[in-house]
């Protein structure tokens, strides 16, 4: 089995992909200006209580104040505690957008490659386990950890030695250690830990790789240095793609990358799913629509189409990212043996794919609800936002950074001087703010001058570049 750590650097954002025999296993869209702040950890302060929706708002810096829950909250007594006035320690669990604040947790959580480290919730716990390796993995970290600390074991903990997990233990206790003396001296609201998302992605997927292979020279000297500092064992599985076509297309995995962002994903065999993320929940929908005469089909071959989309939706949970609350529709099925058996089917297609997810079975409306902890912005989170009409569409800096990645091409292969972009006036202010140290690094790279023409009539999602 070989499995390889792909890293595609474009201005301003890197594409991770992970492989296993050449089939795309996991993706993210890094982004390094604008990024998503989930995972961040703040000092805040309690502004406001929202009592009808058993909510209470937060300062924690931000343009609005973040949105917390009672239900994220650790107990009904730090519930009641929360008074205008308060000062709490919170995680972003949902980024801010459009018109909602960012949603935040009290349920703290610091990722590793190996274990979650729980500052809030004392005790070992290691039920994301297979049962026969929970033992052997208790037994291992209760030694590693002191009396109050809180621990989850992620699956990939029972496939490494003692000597790691130990280490693990050690890392996660520093970082809770600074992140403790900051809050101590910190007048609220304070960044107590910011995202880091190369060191995030690099302590999540770069476990059990053969090689991390990185098509920018830029890309390649950060993950070295991250993983000197985390990973230092790896460091001779760095290599440099240096090809004259794209990394993704040499591994055969661009058109399915390419993909991750489309409502609709076909089945094999016929059928299809459309994966529509709303404001509450992500809705999936099984459709048999590709199967000609469906009325005629038997039991057994629709129970076959479910099965078959069961096992495509666990994978595409996992290439998504997609998180929080998640409702699936699969094609009716009359006989209750037969949704059994896919219920039991989708569980294990869970467990191999995201087994931190939570099966919670069968509603009164015939369809199935789960739910997956949130650990980072879901790739239509990064990419899309909702405009006033409700539609889809992308985000500024997503339109911005493709604009910049098509300019960046143009000037590379045409040795242009001079390259005006053509965006739509909200394009054109990010290009101006959060994304100018992108802009002004790709003038620096290429040795050219990149001009901004702002058209109101143009498209959000358009623009057009024209060469001097």
């Known amino acids: 089995m070989s499995r390889r750590l792909l890293i595609e650097a474009e201005p301003g954002e890197w594409r991770v992909a992970l492989v296993e025999d050449g089939a795309l296993l996991e993706f993210r869209l890094v982004r390094l200006v604008g990024g998503s702040r989930v995972g961040e950890l ?7 209580g929202l009592p009808a929706l058993r909510a209470v708002l937060v300062d924690i810096g931000l343009a609005r104040p973040a949105h917390l829950s009672l239900d994220d909250a650790l107990s009904k007594s730090q519930a009641a505690a929360l008074h205008e006035g308060a000062g709490i320690t919170v995680q972003v669990k949902r980024d801010p957008r459009a018109d909602k ?10 990722g590793g490659t190996y274990l979650d480290w729980l500052p809030a919730r004392p005790g070992l716990r290691v039920d994301l386990l297979e049962e026969q390796q929970r033992e052997r993995v208790a037994a291992l970290l209760s030694r590693a950890m002191q009396q109050g600390e809180g621990i989850a074991a992620r699956p990939s903990a029972a496939l490494v030695s003692e000597t790691e997990l130990q280490f693990e233990v050690a890392v996660l206790r520093a970082r809770w250690a600074a992140i403790e003396e900051k809050r101590r001296v910190a007048e609220p609201p304070a960044l107590l830990e910011a995202v880091e998302p190369i060191a995030d992605f690099v302590r999540e997927l770069v476990d059990g790789v053969d090689a991390v292979v ?3 020279a830029v890309a390649f000297g950060m993950v070295r240095l991250s993983l000197q500092r985390e990973r230092p064992a790896l460091l001779d599985r760095l290599q440099r793609h240096r090809g004259a076509v794209s990394l993704f297309q040499s591994e055969d995995i661009a058109d399915a990358v390419a993909a991750l962002t489309a409502r609709r994903v076909r089945l094999p065999g016929g059928g299809a799913l459309e994966i529509a ?7 999936i929908d099984v459709d048999s629509g590709g199967l000609a005469q469906e009325q005629h089909l038997g039991d057994e071959a629709l129970l076959t189409l479910n099965l078959a989309a069961a096992t495509v939706i666990a994978r595409q949970i996992r290439l998504r990212g997609l998180a929080g609350a998640l409702v699936v529709d699969f094609v009716a099925l009359a006989r209750k043996e037969h949704r059994t058996r896919l219920l039991e089917s989708f569980r294990s297609a869970l467990r191999a794919e995201v087994p931190e997810a939570q099966l919670l079975g069968w509603t009164r409306l015939g369809h199935v609800e789960l739910t997956r902890p949130r650990r980072h912005a879901a790739l239509h989170e990064i990419v899309f936002e909702t405009n006033a009409e409700g539609q889809r569409i992308k985000t500024p800096l997503t339109v911005a950074l493709e604009a910049l990645a098509t300019a960046s091409s143009v000037a590379e292969t045409e040795r242009m001087h001079r390259i005006l972009l053509r965006v739509h006036p909200r394009v054109a202010a990010v290009l101006k703010g959060e994304a100018a140290s992108v802009l002004g690094s790709l003038e620096a790279r290429s040795g050219g001058r990149i001009e901004l023409a702002v058209e109101p009539s143009r498209a959000q999602e358009s623009f057009a570049i024209e060469r001097g």
């Open 101 to 110: 604040a960012a949603g935040v947790t009290m349920r703290l959580r610091l």
């Open 277 to 283: 993320p709303t404001a509450a929940a992500v809705l």
């Open 42 to 48: 703040f000092s805040g302060r309690v502004v406001r």
């Open 214 to 216: 990185i098509d920018d």
